[in-house]
């Protein structure tokens, strides 16, 4: 494992040969501040100075670009921002495919911190962590809101900060403090205020902190993380929210209360099956924002209540990408559709037939850019514009998928696929380019997190399975059930099957 304190990133070689890159040619899905919407500019150019969009033109050769300034043809390109996922458990990346029916009570009582601790040791972590950020950034994600809850112990919860500072993303890496027996809360958060004073040898990797204890956790603890948010001040606070029929409700009314909600940091509430219009509101008041995770929802069971009538206070997560996609368009494109759906079974239950669609395309292109952005209360991400960060994504516009687009934000929202991303760019770097990771070493560590995901799997496997019993939490009012199962066997059985380990 490498060491936060080393001064550069020795495998990272994402670096660009000259100070001032030119993507020329490519059609640009940019920001209008103004107006607060999409602006397409067609044939046109980006320039990037060192770390941020420098320039941006309605033609392919404007003048007055620099000498030395390196060229890059985006003919028959799309070029967006980076993509940013708010709600990411990175270190999960090992247990790829053993959850592929798994519900959200099974998941808790089987793959969650408290329950995966043992299953990985520091180097197992560091792996998983640093393959799973390599992916996001090959699948266009430049920005992930990583939700930590490894914090098993101060080596293990170091790997995966070093892991995130030499993937060359750039993290939101929020470490949760939930105490063990063997890692106390209180040591949690001397390590924090330790990890607060670290220099990172790049800008890459912001310092955020979790904690789901609010209305369940050990008073104390509350006590020690309320005062660590209203002195040290992170830039982040995450915290997981159910709610509704979940017996677990760190609800924004909840953290109101306790005076977390409105300070400088921001909150960033992952979920919300619980959301009410009162807590909606609340959102809006305070500025703070809920993250959608469609994928997951939809996967697990969380229910979806109202999080749609919240979308101005909204950003799109990934959360727990060892079980299903890992790229946010992914998202945008489920989410796009599954508001859709219940929007217009609403209208058809009234016996009317919709006129019109509910959400466009251009709505979820900014719920997985700017939404995030602004959730994460850095303004100078997730759009193309002049000043902002120089995170940008490349799709080939003649793919086979893309071929034939008119509408750019339509194309990557409707037709894109990951296979289509020909660059990806974090801080004016290429971290992807020509369709490959510039990760110098990414041969050697597949190898190394291949053998790690296997000894993973055969400690999860050696573990007898998880039978549900009872209620939720023990609350009376959760008791476990469950739903009829589909058939699609004609016959006897129904196609259910056993999972292929």
């Known amino acids: 494992?490498?060491?936060?304190?080393?001064?550069?990133?020795?495998?990272?070689?994402?670096?660009?040969?000259s100070s001032s890159l030119l993507l020329s040619g490519g059609t640009i899905i940019a920001f209008d501040e103004?107006?607060?919407?999409?602006?397409?500019?067609?044939?046109?150019?980006?320039?990037?100075?060192?770390?941020?969009?420098?320039?941006?033109?309605?033609?392919?050769?404007?003048?007055?670009?620099?000498?030395?300034?390196?060229?890059?043809?985006?003919?028959?390109?799309?070029?967006?921002?980076?993509?940013?996922?708010?709600?990411?458990?990175?270190?999960?990346?090992?247990?790829?495919?053993?959850?592929?029916?798994?519900?959200?009570?099974?998941?808790?009582?089987?793959?969650?911190?408290?329950?995966?601790?043992?299953?990985?040791?520091?180097?197992?972590?560091?792996?998983?962590?640093?393959?799973?950020?390599?992916?996001?950034?090959n699948a266009g994600v430049t920005t992930s809101?990583?939700?930590?809850?490894?914090?098993?112990?101060?080596?293990?919860?170091?790997?995966?900060?070093?892991?995130?500072?030499?993937?060359?993303?750039?993290?939101?890496?929020?470490?949760?403090?939930?105490?063990?027996?063997e890692y106390s809360g209180l040591d949690q958060i001397r390590d924090w205020k330790k990890w607060n004073k670290k220099s990172f040898p790049n800008d890459l990797v912001t310092l955020g902190i979790a904690y789901d204890g609010w209305d369940i956790g050990a008073p104390e603890i509350t006590q020690a993380m309320t005062q660590l948010i209203k002195e040290e001040k992170p830039h982040v606070l995450t915290i997981h929210w159910l709610g509704g029929l979940w017996p677990i409700n760190s609800a924004p009314s909840l953290l109101h209360s306790i005076g977390v909600l409105n300070t400088s940091t921001a909150v960033v509430l992952s979920h919300g099956p619980g959301l009410t219009a009162q807590e909606a509101d609340l959102l809006r008041l305070t500025n703070q924002f809920l993250s959608i995770t469609p994928e997951s929802e939809m996967h697990y069971g969380h229910g979806h209540t109202y999080s749609h009538r919240a979308h101005s206070q909204a950003a799109l997560g990934v959360d727990t990408q060892f079980t299903f996609s890992t790229d946010i368009l992914t998202q945008a494109r489920l989410w796009l559709q599954r508001t859709r759906s219940r929007l217009f079974d609403e209208t058809m239950d009234q016996w009317i037939i919709p006129a019109t669609n509910p959400m466009s395309v251009n709505q979820a292109f900014l719920l997985a850019t700017r939404q995030g952005a602004l959730a994460l209360r850095r303004p100078d991400l997730g759009a193309i514009q002049v000043g902002a960060k120089a995170d940008l994504v490349v799709f080939d516009g003649r793919s086979p998928g893309m071929l034939g687009w008119a509408d750019p934000?339509?194309?990557?929202?409707?037709?894109?696929?990951?296979?289509?991303?020909?660059?990806?760019?974090?801080?004016?770097?290429?971290?992807?380019?020509?369709?490959?990771l510039a990760y110098a070493g990414y041969a050697e560590l597949a190898d190394r997190f291949l053998a790690s995901a296997d000894r993973v799997r055969h400690r999860h496997l050696a573990r007898p399975p998880v039978v549900l019993a009872g209620s939720f939490f023990g609350a009376t009012y959760a008791a476990y059930g469950s739903p009829a199962e589909v058939d699609v066997v004609r016959g006897e059985g129904t196609g259910y099957g056993p999972l292929f380990w």
Request: charged share 20%.
């Open 1 to 17: 494992m490498r060491s936060t304190l080393l001064p550069v990133l020795a495998c990272h070689v994402g670096a660009a040969l």
């Open 145 to 181: 809101l990583d939700h930590a809850h490894n914090l098993w112990s101060t080596e293990r919860a170091e790997a995966g900060l070093d892991a995130s500072v030499e993937s060359g993303a750039r993290v939101f890496w929020a470490p949760a403090i939930d105490p063990t027996d």
């Open 409 to 436: 934000v339509a194309a990557v929202i409707l037709h894109a696929n990951v296979g289509d991303i020909t660059d990806v760019l974090v801080d004016g770097r290429f971290v992807k380019r020509n369709g490959k």
């Open 34 to 137: 103004a107006s607060q919407s999409l602006n397409v500019i067609r044939n046109g150019a980006v320039l990037v100075t060192d770390d941020r969009i420098a320039g941006l033109y309605d033609e392919a050769s404007p003048k007055g670009i620099p000498a030395d300034a390196e060229i890059v043809d985006c003919t028959h390109k799309i070029i967006t921002p980076g993509f940013i996922d708010t709600h990411r458990h990175g270190w999960q990346t090992s247990l790829k495919t053993l959850a592929s029916n798994t519900t959200l009570a099974a998941y808790l009582a089987t793959f969650s911190s408290y329950t995966a601790r043992s299953l990985f040791t520091a180097e197992d972590l560091y792996e998983s962590q640093l393959a799973g950020l390599l992916e996001a950034l």
